[in-house]
C-alpha cells in the first residue's frame, strides 16, 4: 500500500484560495488513481476529485467543478488540490486517497491519509 500524508489545510475566508499536497511514499504512485474526499462534520465522506495515474482523466463533484483543479506530480510521488474561490460549504475535513482503478467511491481507495482541515469562514 501506498503511505499518505496531506497538507496544505487552514482557515480562509470566503472568496479565497488553498492548494492541499499530498505527498505519497511506498507502493506504486505512479501507477495508482489517486483522488480527494471530504467529510464536513455529521456528514458522510464525499468523493471531490480524482486523477488517472497518467493525468488524463480528472472527474469532480459537480459543486467544485470551475473552482478546485486536481493534479499530479509522478516525479515527487505528490498530487496537489488547487481550491479557488472557496466557500464555506467546503468546509471539512480532506483526505487523499489511493486506489488502482479510477473511482468516485470511498470503497475503491484502499489507502488513506490522515486528512487534513479546511475551514472557509463566511
Known amino acids: 500500500q501506498v503511505q499518505l500524508v496531506e497538507s496544505g489545510g487552514g482557515l480562509v475566508q470566503a472568496g479565497g484560495s488553498l492548494r492541499l499536497s499530498c505527498a505519497a511514499s511506498g507502493g506504486t504512485f505512479s501507477r495508482s488513481t489517486m483522488s480527494w474526499f471530504r467529510q464536513a462534520p455529521g456528514k458522510e465522506r464525499e468523493f471531490v476529485a480524482a486523477?488517472?495515474?497518467?493525468?488524463?482523466?480528472?472527474p469532480y463533484t459537480d459543486s467544485v467543478k470551475g473552482r478546485f483543479t486536481i493534479s499530479r506530480d509522478n516525479a515527487e510521488n505528490t498530487v496537489y488540490l488547487q481550491m479557488n474561490s472557496l466557500k464555506p460549504e467546503d468546509t471539512g475535513v480532506y483526505y487523499c486517497?489511493?486506489?488502482?482503478?479510477?473511482?468516485?467511491?470511498?470503497?475503491?481507495?484502499?489507502?488513506w491519509g490522515q486528512g487534513t482541515q479546511v475551514t472557509v469562514s463566511s
Open positions: 486523477i488517472s495515474w497518467g493525468g488524463g482523466w480528472t
Open positions: 486517497a489511493a486506489g488502482p482503478h479510477m473511482s468516485t467511491k470511498w470503497a475503491g481507495y484502499d489507502s
